[in-house]
């Protein structure tokens, strides 16, 4: 499986982004699509996960109910839709695919996109 993410920029605190993330290859082996993050000296955090079949979602305290992951089956997309940006978001943003059960720990996931870059300016 081949992750490429995009999307991400400078943006002021409050305004939005959206990323997304372009699945190719043996997707059909994948279950759930999980973004993380990671800023500067800090651990990869996770952000949120969405399942292809159902499109269930869960997301990390910090970003419920700011942050909207979807995804698109016919183009073996997701998406990462940030709304309401602090300054503590900066981070490079990362998207993985993760087989069987799916949940926030970074060790469940098979394959990882190269990361997209987003800052939060104050």
């Known amino acids: 499986v081949q992750l490429q993410a995009s999307g991400g920029g400078l943006v002021q605190a409050g305004g939005s982004l959206r990323l997304s993330c372009a699945a190719s290859g043996r997707t059909f082996s994948s279950d759930a699509m999980g973004w993380f993050r990671q800023a500067p000296g800090l651990e990869r955090e996770f952000v949120g996960l969405?399942?292809?079949?159902?499109?269930?979602?869960q997301y990390a305290d910090s970003v419920k109910g700011r942050f909207t992951t979807s995804r698109n089956n016919a183009k073996n997309t997701v998406y990462l839709q940030m709304n309401s940006l602090k300054t503590e978001d900066t981070a490079v943003y990362l998207c993985?695919?993760?087989?069987?059960?799916?949940?926030?720990?970074?060790?469940?996931?098979?394959?990882w996109g190269q990361g997209t870059l987003v800052t939060v300016s104050s």
């Open positions: 969405i399942r292809w079949s159902t499109g269930s979602t």
């Open positions: 993985a695919a993760c087989r069987g059960w799916c949940a926030g720990s970074s060790s469940l996931y098979d394959y």
